[in-house]
T-cell receptor
Framework: GENVEQHPSTLSVQEGDSAVIKCTYSDSASNYFPWYKQELGKGPQLIIDIRSNVGEKKDQRIAVTLNKTAKHFSLHITETQPEDSAVYFCAASKGDYKLSFGAGTTVTVRA | DSGVTQTPKHLITATGQRVTLRCSPRSGDLSVYWYQQSLDQGLQFLIHYYNGEERAKGNILERFSAQQFPDLHSELNLSSLELGDSALYFC?????????????FGQGTRLTVV
């Protein structure tokens, strides 16, 4: 089955700096790569996603890049703000019913 | 608010007991997906239902079962509970079958087995 690895497990950044989280996946048939933000006591919230026919996608301060050949994808958050502090999960899917999640990255934005 | 409602939010029970977790999907959504989030296994897919029918199974233990009712709400039944079943249980819903790309997650039920 699909195996998704996520790094780093924790990330502390100064407010205003950028944060980068990287994930690798194993199943070349995966074609959908979402990123979720989970705040304390809440469920995973989709923040951005990318499909395998696209190399990069941006939404305001958030961007995701995908390298299908190397089987890795990354989340970039620019101009970080305190409200960006949360746990972030990457996932990979064939777009059907199952998401294979990474282990998560705890991001702390220092004021 | 994702529109997916899970009850109860917290549940504490003893080993060996049985519990039922409930999920009400977003209005109009026919698919429900159950996921378990534990400290050692992370977020894992359990089971998927579409319009009352089981469509896919993941790493769901035999002690666990689920169903989706005619009004489209779903229940996850966990029996003979063990300490290791303590976890957050999430459901997600989407309008179509096998369409996790369109799914929204609920806020979860935190199960503590003591």
């Amino acid at each position: 089955g699909e195996n998704v690895e996520q790094h780093p497990s924790t990330l502390s950044v100064q407010e205003g700096d950028s944060a980068v989280i990287k994930c690798t996946y194993s199943d070349s048939a995966s074609n959908y790569f979402p990123w979720y933000k989970q705040e304390l006591g809440k469920g995973p919230q989709l923040i951005i996603d990318i499909r395998s026919n696209v190399g990069e996608k941006k939404d305001q301060r958030i961007a995701v890049t995908l390298n299908k050949t190397a089987k890795h994808f990354s989340l970039h958050i620019t101009e970080t703000q305190p409200e960006d502090s949360a746990v972030y999960f990457c996932a990979a899917s064939k777009g059907d019913y199952k998401l294979s999640f990474g282990a998560g990255t705890t991001v702390t934005v220092r004021a | 608010d994702s529109g997916v409602t899970q009850t109860p939010k917290h549940l504490i029970t003893a080993t060996g007991q049985r519990v039922t977790l409930r999920c009400s999907p977003r209005s109009g959504d026919l698919s429900v997906y159950w996921y378990q989030q534990s400290l050692d296994q992370g977020l894992q897919f359990l089971i998927h239902y579409y319009n009352g029918e089981e469509r896919a199974k993941g790493n769901i233990l035999e002690r666990f079962s689920a169903q989706q009712f005619p009004d489209l709400h779903s229940e996850l039944n966990l029996s003979s509970l063990e300490l290791g079943d303590s976890a957050l249980y999430f459901c997600a819903s989407s309008p179509r079958d096998r369409a996790i790309t369109e799914a929204f997650f609920g806020q979860g039920t935190r199960l503590t087995v003591v």
